[in-house]
């Protein structure tokens, strides 16, 4: 069967599956939270998606997957709605956009920010889907030849690439993912059974709860940063007029949102990197081969077309390694390894053979969910704009009262709500110190894997070392992961990565 | 003597977490490269922790001091102590009684909270989770439970009333 066929095949038996009513109500349901605490402060994707991961358990798996994954790609679009009418990102990856959006709300242009936005994310929203589509297969059937030496070092290169593409300092982003590690090894361990780490508690056999962490680090740690400083948000922009974008401004977002698309899709696939830094680094493109580089910062609209266009095709690629490889990209895909791996499911190159309808319903879903948003974001604008005000004293115990329920119902177990106090003071304390958290959630998921992969490579090679570069496969992925590392530390380098994270200063 | 305290903080927190995990490996075998026991991993792992802390810490000295922030330490101290009451009482007591707790807790939790917002929040949140959860999403914990169990009845018209 040729290429194209195959393609066709897939997606039909995708949007057959995506198409269920139930698949379409869950998918709007979870575009809806997306945008809802994309708009929202202080409550992000990743943290929401660990509060409803447990109650996803009695869904169909398909089901479950294309709810969670509409709440990140939602998030998306929530997020650039508050960075262009408040000059506040919603989420991170919305952060860039509040340079310029901000300033055409300011210039009473808000329609055409948000329209812009809205239009860039899903043209890039509907490519990454079509090369899901086009990679996932042959990436998948590299994947069967992997033996345990190739897991482990195709591992050990997305820990390093995470490292290098997190922002902040390299060594504390190194130190992180090895914490991480370290805590997934708590626990049982898989080869003799014993207890490690356990300080005695058997609630710790077998190992600390997954959703605990995510939910402490990212959810609990993050009110505490809030509570710093409260303040309130103000809206400039009380009613949103005219929100068709001019000839002119199609014409001028065309090329930015081309260029967006394609830089997010490649930053998308890679390990740390997804929504956040493609849309840094696509603001940072825009600027440097605009003719006017001074119109930045003033209200240029290539200045929303191009990050909003990257951050949701990088959002949506970062499936590729999930899905093909088993291999998280960012935390919130290793928390949808999570929820497949409560589901029963394997994650790894064998869920397309044997799943594919969940496989290429996720796929397809993701088109449909694009489409939603549109609907949602630009003619129910007004909605969104009367929820950036609710103040933040009345979000974060709703915020603590869904994370406490979420987290008792993995295994209605009261050790776990402990967990959360202790995550969320360990997550804090290291925010406080400058430590990114999402490199220790993805060591967090990747530590038992690494050592069981090197436990049985060892074993295969007699305690040879040398196995992990006398493999080809291995070799080259081992080469690479040390070239990265290499060139993170290289000085060069360095300044231009710090510049690229320092854009919205 | 002139240093990055954060910094300083950092490279000290991560030494002190590699020396936990050294510990904990005490009285787990090593084992070979060859046949890895338990130990064998986690003990390379805190080595190599260990290693990055003391080259941020020795980074730091010398470099000029970086401030911790603001820090709302009543407000820190009462979200993390809600999800701790959350779990002593949710089997004790059940749902409603846990939560209502939680959000109590939470809501004093900022600079600008009112008894009478903290008491609204955490009337509307309480019935909020319980019909979302309990009712709609089927989590199995008892509304009401143990010493509590009577008031079950009690509510459970109210709810036939609304039809959930």
């Given amino acids: 069967m040729d290429i194209v066929t195959e393609l066709f095949s897939n997606l039909s038996l995708g949007f057959g599956t995506a198409a269920l009513p139930v698949n379409i109500g869950f998918c709007f349901l979870g575009v809806l939270l997306g945008t809802l605490i994309g708009v929202l402060p202080g409550i992000g994707p990743t943290a929401t998606i660990a509060m409803l991961l447990p109650i996803t358990f009695n869904f169909e798996p398909a089901t479950s997957l294309i709810m969670l994954a509409g709440i990140y790609y939602g998030a998306q679009y929530g997020g650039s709605t508050t960075a262009i009418l408040i000059n506040l990102p919603g989420e991170s990856s919305s952060a860039v956009t509040a340079i310029d959006g901000y300033q055409m709300a300011r210039q009473g242009r808000a329609g055409p920010a948000l329209a812009t936005a809205a239009l860039g994310s899903f043209f890039a929203g509907s490519v990454a889907t079509i090369l899901i589509a086009l990679f996932a297969p042959p990436l998948t059937e590299i994947a069967l030849k992997f033996g345990p030496a190739e897991y482990f070092s195709l591992m050990m290169l997305g820990l390093v690439a995470s490292v290098a593409l997190a922002s902040g300092s390299v060594l504390k982003a190194l130190g992180m993912v090895v914490i991480g590690l370290l805590l997934g090894l708590v626990g049982s361990d898989v080869n003799t059974g014993a207890q490690r780490f356990t300080m005695g508690f058997l609630e710790l056999a077998d190992g600390l709860n997954f959703v605990a962490l995510a939910v402490g680090v990212f959810g609990i740690a993050e009110i505490l940063r809030n509570l710093e400083n409260e303040s309130d948000r103000e809206v400039m922009v009380k009613k949103v007029t005219n929100l068709w974008p001019s000839k002119e401004d199609f014409k001028a977002m065309i090329a930015p949102t081309l260029r967006g698309t394609a830089l997010g899709s490649v930053l998308g696939i890679l390990p740390g990197g997804g929504a956040v830094l493609s849309s840094f680094a696509a603001y940072t493109v825009e600027k440097r081969i605009s003719k006017t580089p001074e119109r930045f910062g003033k209200g240029a609209i290539e200045g929303v077309a191009a990050p909003e266009s990257a951050n949701n095709a990088g959002a949506q690629t970062s499936f590729i390694p999930m899905l093909t490889l088993g291999i998280p990209a960012n935390p919130v895909m290793a928390l949808m390894i999570g929820a497949m791996i409560i589901q029963g499911i394997q994650p790894g190159p064998n869920v397309a053979t044997e799943k594919p309808e969940l496989f290429w319903g996720l796929i397809a879903s993701m088109w449909i969910g694009n489409l939603m948003l549109v609907l949602l974001n630009l003619p129910l604008i007004g909605l969104w704009v009367r929820l950036l005000t609710v103040p933040y004293t009345m979000l974060f115990p709703a915020i603590v009262a869904f994370c406490c329920i979420g987290v008792y119902s993995v295994n209605s177990n009261a050790f776990d709500l402990y967990a959360v106090a202790a995550f969320g003071l360990l997550g804090y304390v290291l925010v406080k110190l400058d430590c990114e958290p999402a490199p220790l959630l993805l060591g967090f998921v990747l530590g038992p894997m690494l050592e069981e992969n090197l436990r049985r490579a060892m074993t295969i090679s007699r305690g040879d070392p040398t196995v992990f570069v006398t493999r080809p496969l291995s070799a080259t992925l081992l080469l690479i992961a040390v070239a990265v590392l290499v060139i993170t530390f290289l000085p060069a380098v360095r300044a231009k990565r710090d510049e690229v994270f320092q854009e919205e200063a | ?164």
């Fill in chain 2, 1 to 164: 003597m002139q240093a990055n305290y954060r910094d300083v903080a950092a490279g000290g927190v991560f030494i002190a977490i590699a020396g936990l995990f050294a510990l904990g490996t005490l009285d787990l075998r090593i084992g070979t490269a060859l046949r890895m026991g338990p130990g064998y991993f986690p003990l390379v792992l805190a080595g190599v922790l260990a290693l990055i802390g003391a080259i941020i810490l020795i980074k730091a000295i010398g470099r000029p001091s970086a401030s911790f922030g603001e820090v709302s330490w009543r407000g820190s101290a009462l979200i993390l102590i809600a999800p701790i009451v959350f779990g002593l009482t949710v089997r004790w007591l059940g749902l409603a009684p846990s939560v209502a707790l939680a959000v109590l807790i939470a809501s004093f939790a900022s600079r600008r909270s009112t008894v009478k917002l903290a008491v609204i929040l955490t009337l509307t949140l309480t019935v909020f989770c319980v019909v979302v959860f309990q009712k709609m999403l089927g989590v199995p914990i008892p509304i009401f439970a143990g010493p509590l169990d009577s008031l079950n009845a009690v509510v459970a018209p109210v709810f036939a009333l609304f039809g959930v």
